[in-house]
């Protein structure tokens, strides 16, 4: 049996490091496909692909919101909650200062620096989740309560489809 080998990512060696039990599935990246072509590629609901976005309040403090691959993030509900006027996605540029990631390739494991963690509260309902590897095409196969446990991720209610 032939093992397949990847490059290690900082969110490789991080969730190596915690202990997390989880499953590299690579996958034909597509620019612009985001989480329907993961889930099309490796045959699974794009409910349990989860994206990692990089987003700032208005006092441009960066943070992380996990959110389903198939649902988008109510910026006016999670200003709301942080007590904020407003809540945007991070540009391209910042993201990846803020993280060491390239847009696409974005893991809320690993990252440059510690940024605070939210999650959709529905995604800790589900039994498997795949989230990014810290590599465009690369996905890591992990149970939700990983999240809470390394990245002590808060759980929020801001989903919308």
């Given at each position: 049996?032939?093992?397949?080998?990847?490059?290690?990512?900082?969110?490789?060696?991080?969730?190596?490091?915690?202990?997390?039990?989880?499953?590299?599935?690579?996958?034909?990246?597509?620019?612009?496909?985001?989480?329907?072509?993961?889930?099309?590629?490796?045959?699974?609901?794009?409910?349990?692909?989860?994206?990692?976005?990089v987003m700032?309040?208005?006092?441009?403090?960066?943070?992380?919101?996990?959110?389903?691959?198939?649902?988008?993030?109510?910026?006016?509900?999670?200003?709301?909650?942080?007590g904020?006027?407003?809540?945007?996605?991070?540009?391209?540029?910042?993201?990846?200062?803020?993280?060491?990631?390239?847009?696409?390739?974005?893991?809320?494991?690993?990252?440059?620096?510690?940024?605070?963690?939210?999650v959709?509260?529905?995604?800790?309902?589900?039994?498997?989740?795949?989230?990014?590897?810290?590599?465009?095409?690369?996905?890591?196969?992990?149970?939700?309560?990983?999240?809470?446990?390394?990245?002590?991720?808060?759980?929020?209610?801001?989903?919308?489809?």
């Amino acid at each position: 049996m032939t093992k397949e080998h990847f490059s290690t990512t900082p969110a490789i060696r991080v969730m190596k490091e915690k202990g997390i039990a989880f499953a590299l599935h690579p996958y034909k990246y597509e620019e612009k496909g985001g989480t329907e072509v993961a889930a099309r590629e490796l045959r699974v609901d794009e409910y349990q692909v989860v994206k990692t976005l990089v987003m700032e309040d208005d006092s441009k403090a960066p943070f992380i919101m996990i959110m389903h691959g198939n649902r988008h993030v109510s910026t006016k509900n999670m200003a709301r909650i942080l007590g904020m006027k407003s809540v945007n996605a991070c540009d391209p540029k910042a993201a990846e200062k803020h993280t060491g990631y390239m847009v696409g390739g974005t893991s809320p494991f690993g990252t440059r620096k510690p940024l605070t963690v939210y999650v959709e509260a529905t995604v800790l309902d589900l039994p498997r989740i795949f989230i990014n590897a810290g590599k465009k095409g690369l996905l890591a196969e992990m149970t939700p309560s990983e999240l809470q446990r390394v990245l002590n991720a808060r759980p929020v209610a801001v989903a919308i489809e």
